[in-house]
């Protein structure tokens, strides 16, 4: 993704957008709405590239009901009747390169967000799908700016659960459709052919994974751990029974995670080595996770992770997933850097810009200026190959029961770009303070 904007969703009342790159950074004071941000993308992903309404209860986002996303316009109650929430991204096949532009309004249904109007656009090309009851469907479409708008009802029931599919139009028969209501359609059909690449595009997004949404706390460490079946979750609970699966189904994939968890272990001063302890030969049997920290000379004694403190228990379940075999196509954390020493959270900037490098999209909620510091600093010396514009650093601003979204770039130095006054205000406060000015 490009770009999101929003619309009457929390606390972003007026209509703004904020840039996205490939490692973006939301940055600001607690209760801005980073976190609700980091929900809007991945909701934004649901109704676009899956066939589900999204959920904006789901771990590890809970934002209520429809009343308590809606943007409030004052303290007394007074409430818009409906959110929008948008996002651009750039299409390039052999036949097309621009930008596609989606867009969906949210309704009040059953105390739940729900998308009554779902807009996709390239070029002059726009199609708008309205939800009207269960059973049905209305589409309009434009080909130019010029046109009128076209329209016709769509019946659902032969998708059946597709009811709540995100763009019927990736699945149009349009030939069926142009035959059926061929009187409705324009004498020149260009729709399918004008959207196809964006049809092609949507459809294969479609297969590929959900955003990982990852929880600002992770799962506390056990002693010893009883495998279970490796499903994701945002807390990474599932991570010791991952990495003690891999190390038993396939060793040489095992060795390639273990290699770069060590690298970082050793580059942040964690930990050394790492291993998987089993109490037995079979998948089933009970295992710990061990690390080793050793001196210049000799090797450390291997010691449990809950006997390491917490800093090593919660950055690996990130590690894992940054680092694994098959990540997902986009990352949505939230304050990574969690009981990191300072020299630890700026290792993570390092591997943030080196995922990113590697045609990741990582869009990561901060309050450690040595992630952003890490940041600048490996641009500017071109460490990772990461550019100054494949970094976007969102600055949230608090105001009058709003929140302003600074879009902020680096440039080649590593310095810091269209910042507003109040960015790093506080710090320089406190430098001024320390040193008696």
Same mark, same amino acid.
């Given at each position: 993704?490009?770009?999101?904007?929003?619309?009457?969703?929390?606390?972003?009342?007026?209509?703004?957008? $904020?840039? !996205? @790159? #490939? %490692?973006? =950074? /939301?940055?600001? +004071?607690?209760? *801005?709405?980073?976190?609700?941000?980091?929900? &809007?993308?991945?909701?934004?992903?649901?109704?676009?590239?899956?066939?589900?309404?999204?959920?904006?209860?789901?771990?590890?986002?809970?934002?209520?009901?429809?009343?308590?996303?809606?943007?409030?316009?004052?303290?007394?109650?007074?409430?818009?009747?409906?959110?929008?929430?948008?996002?651009?991204?750039?299409?390039?096949?052999?036949?097309?390169?621009?930008?596609?532009?989606?867009?969906?309004?949210?309704?009040?249904?059953?105390?739940?967000?729900?998308?009554?109007?779902?807009?996709?656009?390239?070029?002059?090309?726009?199609?708008?799908?309205?939800?009207?009851?269960?059973?049905?469907?209305?589409?309009?479409?434009?080909?130019?700016?010029?046109?009128?708008?076209?329209?016709?009802?769509?019946?659902?029931?032969?998708?059946?659960? $597709?009811? !709540? @599919? #995100? %763009?019927? =139009? /990736?699945?149009? +028969?349009?030939? *069926?459709?142009?035959?059926?209501?061929?009187? &409705?359609?324009?004498?020149?059909?260009?729709?399918?052919?004008?959207?196809?690449?964006?049809?092609?595009?949507?459809?294969?997004?479609?297969?590929?994974?959900?955003?990982?949404?990852?929880?600002?706390?992770?799962?506390?460490?056990?002693?010893?751990?009883?495998?279970?079946?490796?499903?994701?979750?945002?807390?990474?609970?599932?991570?010791?029974?991952?990495?003690?699966?891999?190390?038993?189904?396939?060793?040489?994939?095992?060795?390639?995670?273990?290699?770069?968890?060590?690298?970082?272990?050793?580059?942040?001063?964690?930990?050394?080595?790492?291993?998987?302890?089993?109490?037995?030969?079979?998948?089933?049997?009970?295992?710990?996770?061990?690390?080793?920290?050793?001196?210049?000379?000799?090797?450390?004694?291997?010691?449990?992770?809950?006997?390491?403190?917490?800093?090593?228990?919660?950055?690996? +379940?990130?590690? *894992?997933?940054?680092?694994?075999?098959?990540?997902?196509?986009?990352?949505?954390?939230?304050?990574?850097?969690?009981?990191?020493?300072?020299?630890?959270?700026?290792?993570?900037?390092?591997?943030?810009?080196?995922?990113?490098?590697?045609?990741?999209?990582?869009?990561?909620?901060?309050?450690?200026?040595?992630?952003?510091?890490?940041?600048?600093?490996?641009?500017?010396?071109?460490?990772?190959?990461?550019?100054?514009?494949?970094?976007?650093?969102?600055?949230?601003?608090?105001?009058?029961?709003?929140?302003?979204?600074?879009?902020?770039?680096?440039?080649?130095?590593?310095?810091?770009?269209?910042?507003?006054?109040?960015?790093?205000?506080?710090?320089?406060?406190?430098?001024?303070?320390?040193?008696?000015?």
């Amino acid at each position: 993704m490009d770009s999101i904007t929003l619309e009457n969703y929390r606390c972003f009342g007026s209509r703004q957008t $904020a840039r !996205l @790159a #490939p %490692l973006t =950074l /939301l940055v600001g +004071p607690n209760t *801005a709405g980073k976190t609700s941000f980091l929900a &809007a993308i991945r909701a934004l992903w649901d109704v676009a590239f899956r066939d589900v309404a999204p959920d904006f209860r789901g771990m590890p986002y809970d934002l209520g009901s429809f009343q308590d996303i809606v943007h409030q316009k004052s303290g007394r109650g007074g409430q818009s009747a409906c959110f929008e929430a948008g996002f651009e991204y750039s299409l390039i096949t052999e036949m097309y390169s621009g930008v596609m532009r989606f867009n969906a309004t949210f309704e009040n249904r059953a105390e739940a967000p729900f998308p009554i109007i779902r807009r996709i656009a390239r070029d002059d090309a726009r199609v708008e799908v309205y939800a009207q009851e269960r059973e049905q469907q209305s589409i309009y479409w434009q080909e130019s700016h010029e046109e009128e708008w076209h329209s016709f009802p769509f019946d659902l029931p032969t998708y059946g659960d $597709a009811v !709540l @599919a #995100p %763009l019927m =139009l /990736l699945t149009f +028969p349009w030939e *069926a459709i142009a035959e059926q209501y061929g009187d &409705a359609l324009p004498a020149n059909t260009e729709v399918s052919k004008n959207l196809q690449d964006l049809i092609n595009e949507i459809t294969r997004r479609k297969l590929s994974p959900q955003p990982f949404a990852g929880a600002p706390i992770r799962s506390r460490p056990l002693r010893t751990y009883d495998p279970v079946r490796p499903y994701r979750d945002p807390e990474g609970e599932y991570i010791p029974s991952y990495l003690a699966s891999l190390s038993r189904r396939n060793p040489d994939e095992w060795q390639k995670l273990k290699g770069v968890l060590e690298k970082f272990g050793r580059h942040s001063g964690l930990f050394d080595d790492i291993e998987v302890k089993s109490f037995g030969q079979s998948g089933g049997d009970p295992f710990q996770i061990q690390i080793r920290k050793s001196g210049k000379r000799r090797k450390g004694p291997w010691r449990n992770l809950i006997d390491v403190g917490y800093g090593v228990s919660q950055v690996l +379940p990130v590690l *894992a997933e940054l680092l694994s075999a098959e990540p997902p196509p986009m990352f949505l954390l939230q304050q990574p850097e969690v009981h990191l020493h300072p020299s630890a959270q700026a290792e993570l900037g390092t591997l943030f810009c080196s995922v990113a490098a590697g045609g990741r999209q990582l869009v990561i909620e901060t309050h450690s200026d040595y992630i952003i510091d890490r940041v600048r600093m490996d641009v500017r010396d071109g460490a990772t190959g990461l550019k100054p514009e494949d970094v976007s650093i969102l600055y949230f601003e608090p105001g009058d029961l709003e929140v302003k979204i600074h879009s902020i770039r680096i440039d080649e130095a590593g310095n810091v770009l269209d910042a507003p006054h109040s960015y790093g205000e506080f710090f320089m406060a406190e430098t001024r303070r320390s040193i008696g000015l």
